[in-house]
Structures are given as C-alpha cells and as structure tokens.
C-alpha cells in the first residue's frame, strides 16, 4: 500500500505562490508517473501536472508557465510549485501515484484556496 501526504496548500492573495509538497511512503524512483490533480467545488477533477520517472513533465494549459512540478527521488518527494496564482486555481489538490494504468494511489488533498 502506498500511502500520500500532501502539504504546503493555504489561503493566499491573487499573484502570490505556495509550494504544494507530497511525500510518498515507497521509494518514487520506481513509480512510473507522479501527478498533480485538482477538484474544484461542484467540478471535475483535473490534471494539473505531472512528471514521469524519464524526468517527462505535463501541464494543464491552464498553469502552463505559471505551476511547475518537480520530484526529488531521494526524498521520496514531489513539488508543485505555484506562481501567479488566480482565484480560479481554488481546489483541493491531490497527489497520484500512479504505476500503471489499472494500479495508482491517492492523497487525501490539500486546500489551496486563493482570494481576489
């Protein structure tokens, strides 16, 4: 069982940042793609962003040039750092490990919540 602890969500002002951290109970260097996802009150989850462990990244259009998500294998760790943000970025964000496509884990979120 994997198990995910995210942290670093907040309340912050329109154009400010936070670093979203999630931090994994196995060894991420064997986990095929980490990922950032997002839940929005009465909304779908989304894809935010993710990195595969051949160091490929993705990006939602929504937070291109603005989120960056980064994992440092040693510390079993991986980053979502957030800047500019808008009231529109609001959501739980949640962290997924996934392996494959019928096997992946989840965090239980951290609010982000961003005020005008």
């Known amino acids: 069982q994997v198990q995910l602890v995210e942290s670093g969500g907040g309340l912050v002002q329109t154009g400010g940042s936070l670093r979203l951290s999630c931090l994994a109970s196995v060894r991420i260097s064997n986990i095929n793609t980490m990922g950032w996802y997002r839940q929005a009150p009465g909304k779908q989850r989304e894809l935010v962003a993710v990195?595969?462990?051949?160091?490929?990244?993705n990006y939602a259009d929504s937070v291109k040039g603005r989120f960056t998500i980064s994992r440092d294998n040693d510390k079993n760790t991986v980053y979502l750092q957030m800047n500019s943000l808008k009231p529109e970025d609001t959501a739980v964000y949640l962290c997924r490990a996934q392996y494959t496509v019928l096997r992946s884990y989840w965090g239980q979120g951290t609010q982000v919540t961003v005020s005008s």
């Open positions: 990195t595969t462990s051949a160091g490929v990244t």
